[in-house]
């Protein structure tokens, strides 16, 4: 018997949301960034935030990683090294930003919908990506079903049904608080009947 292969991933960026953040200040006080790009010398993934010089003996490639451009930011919510999560991100154009302690994801360019790299951005680092996108990717000249395409809509649409999940649990606990009202209101008014008693 075939089963389904179940996808493994982290649920707690189902309900997150972009948030606004203006990068044109506070650096590096109050936020910081960690993105990575490959040295054009000799192909090594490179982590930094500026020029970072390659530290491979013998190379003297250089990068230049500019930093988040757009002026929103997606929290990861729980995640602990920084630069490994860049470092599987090197070949997007995003990065990881750190806010007040917290980690997100930043667009390093934009200009269009960039719905499918942030989705896929948040696969690459283990997460469902949140329903903000996962649930509204466009359709877009280019894309076509492949290994990378089907990958994301498996991990979009597992992440749509865990937060259908949940809402659906909300919906039970409302009809739980309905059922609760109705049956104390159903108590109160037996005993104000009893109350008045038999009258002759
Ligand atoms: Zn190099």
């Known amino acids: 018997m075939s089963k389904k292969k179940e996808i493994m991933g982290r649920c707690d960026a189902v309900q997150e949301k972009p948030i606004d953040y203006d990068w044109s200040e506070g650096y590096p006080e109050k936020w910081e960034y960690w993105e990575a790009s490959e040295c054009p010398e000799c192909g090594k993934i490179l982590v930094g935030a500026g020029e970072v010089e390659c530290d491979k003996a013998g190379c003297d490639g250089t990068v230049y990683n500019e930093g988040p451009m757009m002026n929103y930011y997606y929290p990861l919510p729980g995640l602990e090294d920084p630069t490994e999560a860049a470092k599987k991100l090197s070949d997007t154009c995003l990065c990881i930003v750190q806010i007040d302690g917290e980690y997100g994801l930043a667009l390093t360019g934009g200009g269009m919908d960039l719905s499918w790299e942030i989705c896929a951005a948040f696969i690459q680092l283990g ?56 049956e104390n209101k159903k108590k109160n008014d037996n005993k104000k009947t009893a109350k008045v008693g038999p009258t002759g």
């Open 127 to 182: 997460y469902f990506p949140p329903v903000h996108f996962a649930g509204n990717l466009p359709k877009m000249a280019g894309k076509e079903w492949n290994k990378d395409t089907r990958t994301i809509i498996e991990w979009c649409k597992e992440s749509v049904k865990i937060a259908s999940s949940w809402v659906l649990r909300d919906l039970e606990r409302v009809t739980e608080i309905e059922t609760w009202l109705k």
